[in-house]
């Protein structure tokens, strides 16, 4: 461990700050919060029986028949409502682009283009035909560790890469953009299948697509009916063995990508269930 | 610029061109531009100072693998804007993997220090300011049991960053040790706030740091990528009165 004196510095300072906390702990909670229930001050009379609940605007023209939920929801947020999702995925195909680009190769730095093509069997689940190609950088790295250490680095080249995968997003929410553009999201979670091609695939040694897996996560942002936007990691694994003199290893190539999807159909109907 | 650099950046830039319209209900919505939304942002920072005790990981090492410590101290100068103070020391700095020198017949042993001279990313401690833009105010339902409220922020500061300098070959062969050194630099990261309670949210942040290293002849620029946890912990300053 190397201690030096600016870390005793900051330790006095941030333990001299550490007392205001109390203080926050005690303020009054503004705002709505829509995690609790609040009890009514007075209780509402029943509706006659047999009568259905209608929303009416601020003339107090009739808007028609509500679903059950909305029109607590329309009352003042008295009860935890059953909000409908903001987008529907479930039957839509989707087409997507990324750009991943590596971030557990200092050396060999990797950056591509990909697409997508997923559809999706519910709300929740879809599967996904996912591809990428692969542009390799040869980062400063290569050269002072070949100086300090008087020798060759060795690397497995990736090209391309193409996957069957599971996509299943637990995950729904919805976000405010500057505190009034409303957007839903949802996280996702990933896994499969498939092949990757490095230097070894092609001539000379001519090796094929090594199998390969995948697992990965991410959040997909819905700002409009037929369209996502989308940002994860995802890491790959596959076995390699780049030059014939060292042992075949195990290969992870990890890669943030920020991506866009287009949905089809382009539009959708909420349906009651 | 590195890929990692480019990605970042490219993500921002993505969050910003790319900042969603406002929301369109179904055709199926009987309050459809009716009933506007009431988006209760819960948990409040304007106002507030922020203080985060906060631990680090190095990402994306080439010679180093880096575990710092420290944290940041700021002042939300309303919902979406906040300034700060952040420092962080090195508890360790350890040889990667890929530092191990492997030989014909003799297997694979980790480098000397006398080679460990000779590469960057000895990082010692890293001192800096930074400006920080929130826009993004979220909740989610986990298991469909816990509303959780989130935000997510993009960052960017100056540093100084304090390193171990690195040697030529004939300084180490002369038996030269490598002195410390600072540079100026900077960082640009994204970042999430969980809030677990009123005055408390956990925070994620992952930052590229970007410093020269003076010992290098070419390429002295380097960037580095880094994971960081921590607690923050708010703090009212004066007194604010809710709409």
New interface residues.
């Given amino acids: 461990?190397?201690?030096?004196r600016?870390?005793r510095t900051?330790i006095a300072f941030?333990l001299s700050?550490?007392p205001?906390?109390a203080?926050?702990?005690a303020?009054?909670?503004?705002?709505?919060?829509?995690?609790a229930p609040r009890r009514a001050e007075t209780p509402l009379p029943p509706p006659p029986a047999g009568t259905k609940p209608v929303?009416r605007?601020a003339s107090g023209q009739d808007?028609?028949?509500?679903?059950p939920g909305?029109n607590d929801?329309?009352l003042a947020?008295r009860v935890k409502a059953v909000q409908r999702k903001?987008f529907?995925k479930r039957g839509r195909l989707e087409l997507g682009l990324s750009?991943?680009?590596?971030?557990?190769?200092?050396?060999y730095?990797?950056?591509g283009v990909g697409g997508k093509l997923a559809y999706h069997f519910g709300e929740s689940f879809a599967l996904a035909a996912r591809g990428a190609y692969y542009a390799q950088?040869r980062?400063?790295?290569v050269?002072?560790?070949n100086?300090?250490?008087e020798?060759q680095?060795v690397n497995s080249q990736l090209l391309g890469q193409a996957m069957l995968d599971g996509i299943w997003s637990p995950?729904?929410?919805?976000?405010?953009?500057?505190?009034?553009?409303?957007?839903?999201?949802d996280?996702y979670l990933l896994a499969g299948l498939g092949g990757v091609w490095s230097a070894t695939s092609i001539a000379p040694r001519g090796e094929g697509p090594h199998i390969a897996a995948d697992l990965g996560t991410g959040l997909r942002?819905?700002?409009?009916?037929w369209l996502a936007?989308e940002?994860g990691v995802i890491a790959t694994f596959y076995p390699d063995q780049a030059v014939t003199?060292?042992p075949s290893t195990m290969q992870k190539a990890i890669m943030?990508?920020?991506g866009?999807s287009i949905f089809f159909p382009t539009s959708?109907?909420?349906?009651?269930p | 610029m590195?890929?990692?650099s480019?990605?970042l950046l490219?993500?921002t830039t993505?969050l910003l061109v790319?900042?969603?319209?406002?929301?369109?209900?179904?055709?199926?919505?009987?309050?459809e531009n009716?009933?506007k939304?009431?988006?209760?942002?819960?948990?409040?920072k304007a106002g507030?100072?922020e203080?985060t005790?906060a631990f680090q990981l190095s990402?994306?090492?080439?010679?180093f693998s880096k575990y710092l410590a420290?944290?940041k101290?700021a002042y939300h100068l309303s919902?979406?804007f906040s300034v700060g103070v952040n420092?962080?020391?090195?508890?360790?700095?350890s040889a990667t993997g890929?530092?191990n020198?492997?030989q014909?017949n003799a297997g694979c042993q980790p480098?000397q220090q006398v080679?460990?001279y000779?590469?960057?990313g000895y990082l010692?401690?890293v001192?800096g300011a930074e400006v920080a833009f929130s826009?993004?105010?979220?909740?989610?339902?986990?298991f469909a049991e816990?509303?959780?409220h989130f935000d997510?922020s993009v960052f960017a500061g100056a540093d100084l960053v304090?390193y171990r300098d690195v040697l030529a070959?004939s300084a180490v062969l002369g038996g030269s040790q490598p002195s410390d050194a600072s540079s100026i630099g900077g960082h640009l990261g994204l970042g999430a706030r969980i809030f677990l309670?009123?005055?408390v949210a956990l925070s994620l942040e992952v930052k590229d740091l970007f410093y020269k290293v003076q010992g290098?002849s070419?390429?002295n620029l380097q960037a580095q990528?880094f994971a960081q946890a921590g607690l923050a912990?708010?703090?009212?300053l004066g007194s604010r009165s809710?709409p």
């Fill in positions: 461990m190397d201690l030096s600016h870390k900051f941030f700050l550490l205001l906390v203080r926050g702990q303020q009054e909670e503004p705002g709505i919060d829509l995690s929303a605007d808007l028609g028949p509500v679903a909305e929801v329309a947020d903001g529907i750009l991943p680009g590596s971030i557990n190769d200092a050396f730095e990797k950056v950088i980062s400063s790295h050269r002072e560790g100086q300090a250490f020798s680095l995950v729904y929410g919805k976000i405010a953009w500057l505190g009034s553009r409303i957007v839903t999201f996280m942002f819905y700002p409009a009916n936007l940002g003199s060292v943030a990508q920020v866009v959708f109907r909420y349906v009651y | 590195t890929s990692r480019a990605a490219l993500g993505a790319l900042a969603p319209a406002l929301a369109r209900a179904s055709e199926a919505d009987a309050f009716k009933v939304p009431v988006s209760g942002q819960v948990y409040e507030k100072l203080l005790p990402m994306n090492d080439a010679f420290g944290g101290l919902e979406y420092g962080v020391f090195a508890l360790a700095n890929s530092t020198v492997c014909g480098a080679q460990l000779q590469v960057p010692k401690w001192a826009p993004i105010y979220g909740k989610l339902n986990l816990k509303a959780v997510l304090g070959a309670a009123r005055s290098l070419t390429a990528l912990f708010f703090v009212p809710s």
